[in-house]
């Protein structure tokens, strides 16, 4: 599908084969561990032999992704699968690498765990920067916009600086999604991401994904996987692929109810601060105008303490307790009880694709419980 058309168009034909009669626009999932080989030639290039490595399901959703990022995609498990695997097999024992300060927290308790006994020395920095100078810097990973804090970062600036001493730009794109942003045109080597959130968009399966245009990187990542084995099932890799049609319509109502939330809560007395991109005046709406085609619908925001986002779950009717985000359905997740180094009530509310005006009217309902309370 060629970039001249527009998100919808290339979304809802993503990786599909040209129609057929007779035939379903998405061909169903292929289940199977193990192929029948030919009894003489034995295994042939080209033809699947073996679930690990061989996938037409699999292949099909990953040329759908590769299409939206505008690279090759290799699809994985999980976010956490792709992330890892990038880190394993890109980064060498005594190599340096950055990670952000303030991104996913798993992403950053893994390799102080996994990389660092390995040798591998992990500094960190924060998405807002200063950054380090990337001399001697095998890798340096972004994440932008980050979570849960939503600082972004110069994808381009960053990596113009990083290529000029030879180190590698990966970019974790999960919160933006390759609707939002594309790192690879701008400069990045590769990205990482998780289709687990806003991507799959449906709260049902596990997903994650790398995609470069460098055929090497591809080619590690490649035989790192096949050899490791951290691939999806076929079913989730088929309904990730069903799900990819609606991505920009729902990428569209979250953002819009990003913003009407963000607005609401901007100038709320119990909220003590908001995130959001796309409001004028965040730290990081210069940045994602200039950089992103779109804002997530991802909002950060700030209550007094643990209690009082209790309270506010509890009194609202739409917003339901949940990690994770990019879901059809409003979810808020005070991300200090997973052990993410964030202020106790610190909530990271993920808008679904309910009514504007029915969740404005639930947050500030469920909000103004904060004060009847006999909170002062
Ligand atoms: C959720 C997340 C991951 C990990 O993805 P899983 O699919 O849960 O393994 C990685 N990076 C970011 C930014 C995430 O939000």
Redesign the pocket.
């Known amino acids: 599908m060629t970039d001249a058309y527009g998100d919808s168009t290339r979304c809802v034909h993503a990786g599909l084969p040209p129609a057929e009669p007779g035939q379903p626009f998405l061909p169903g999932p292929v289940f199977a561990s193990t192929f029948p080989l030919d009894p003489a030639t034995g295994p042939v290039p080209g033809v699947d032999s073996y679930g690990r490595p061989d996938s037409a399901t699999r292949r099909r959703l990953e040329s759908a992704i590769g299409e939206l990022e505008g690279g090759e995609c290799l699809a994985f498990a999980?976010?956490?699968?792709a992330?890892s695997a990038a880190l394993l097999a890109l980064v060498g024992t005594s190599d340096e690498i950055v990670l952000p300060r303030d991104?996913?927290y798993?992403?950053r308790a893994w390799a102080a765990q996994a990389l660092s006994s390995r040798g591998i020395t992990v500094t960190l920095a924060p998405t807002a920067g200063p950054y380090p100078d990337f001399a001697g810097v095998r890798l340096v990973l972004l994440?932008t916009p980050a979570?849960p804090g939503l600082d972004v970062c110069d994808i381009a600036a960053i990596a113009e600086a990083a290529h000029a001493v030879g180190t590698l730009v990966a970019v974790?794109n999960?919160?933006a999604t390759p609707l939002g942003q594309t790192p690879l045109a701008l400069g990045a080597d590769l990205v990482v991401?998780?289709?687990?959130?806003a991507l799959a968009g449906h709260s049902d399966l596990?997903?994650?994904y790398v995609a470069s245009r460098d055929a090497e990187i591809v080619s590690a990542l490649r035989s790192w996987r096949d050899s490791t084995g951290a691939i999806p099932g076929n079913f989730d890799a088929w309904l990730a692929h069903r799900s990819l049609a609606t991505l920009d319509l729902r990428l569209a109502r979250q953002s819009e109810n990003a913003a009407a939330v963000a607005s609401m809560l901007a100038t709320h007395p119990a909220v003590r601060s908001v995130r959001w991109p796309g409001l004028t005046g965040d730290p990081s709406y210069v940045v994602a105008s200039k950089q992103m085609r779109r804002v997530p619908g991802v909002v950060t925001f700030e209550l007094a303490s643990a209690d009082e986002v209790a309270r506010f779950l509890t009194a609202s009717k739409l917003v339901v307790a949940a990690t994770?985000?990019g879901g059809p359905h409003t979810t808020a997740d005070r991300r200090a009880q997973w052990g993410d180094d964030a202020p106790e009530g610190l909530v990271r509310l993920s808008c679904g694709i309910e009514d504007s005006a029915d969740l404005i009217v639930d947050i500030t309902v469920a909000l103004a419980h904060l004060k009847t309370d006999g909170n002062t």
């Open positions: 999980s976010g956490m699968a992330v991104g996913y798993k992403t994440e979570n974790d999960t919160t991401a998780s289709g687990t959130k596990l997903l994650g994770s985000f």
